[in-house]
């Protein structure tokens, strides 16, 4: 076998794989498009597929606007009876989803690409609502969005978005019947 210098490299080459080790030929005479088989391949993005670019940032989003309606509802909890369990619920959860968005965000984004394009944060709309009812309308959006916003096969993300969901369902068990 022969060993080229790397100044070689981009000459008229034919390469074959045998096994896992690779077996370069010289043969001037071939077309320069052969030396292509000797260049190392472009890297691709995975293909998006069905998903929606704007999406996942939006799915992100609505996750920063739970955690800041827990944070408010957290603070607005008064001494009826039953308030410490929701007072001490809603922490627990606004610091769980808080790790778990970040996980989320992060994993995300080592895939794909940097969210750039977050919506604004308001809760004057949701601060009227009733904590049980906004938690419930939550889940439901999760469940609805993440079919548009993530790859069904991502299940690396889908696990994460899951338990944010069962975060979700513990913190409304604890808000309905823990007094």
Do not use: C, W
Not at 71 to 84: I, R
Not at 105 to 124: A, L, R, S
């Amino acid at each position: 076998m022969q060993f080229k210098k790397f100044s070689d490299f981009n000459k008229k080459t034919k390469t074959r794989k045998i096994y896992e080790q690779e077996l370069t030929l010289e043969k001037p005479e071939e077309k320069a498009e052969d030396s292509k088989a000797l260049e190392a391949p472009e890297e691709t993005k995975p293909e998006v597929g069905q998903v929606i670019k704007s999406e996942p940032s939006k799915f992100f989003s609505k996750i920063f606007e739970a955690r800041q309606m827990a944070h408010v509802y957290h603070l607005q909890v008064k001494g009826d009876m039953g308030s410490h369990a929701a007072h001490t619920a809603l922490n627990e959860y606004y610091d769980g989803l808080l790790d778990l968005l970040d996980e989320l965000i992060e994993t995300y984004q080592g895939q794909y690409e940097v969210i750039e394009d977050y919506e604004t944060i308001d809760t004057k709309d949701t601060n009227t609502k009733d904590k049980i009812e906004y938690f419930i309308e939550l889940n439901t959006f999760i469940k609805d969005t993440r079919k548009v916003a993530f790859l069904e096969e991502d299940t690396h993300l889908q696990n994460i978005i899951d338990e944010i969901v069962a975060l979700t369902y513990r913190l409304l068990y604890k808000l309905k019947y823990n007094k």
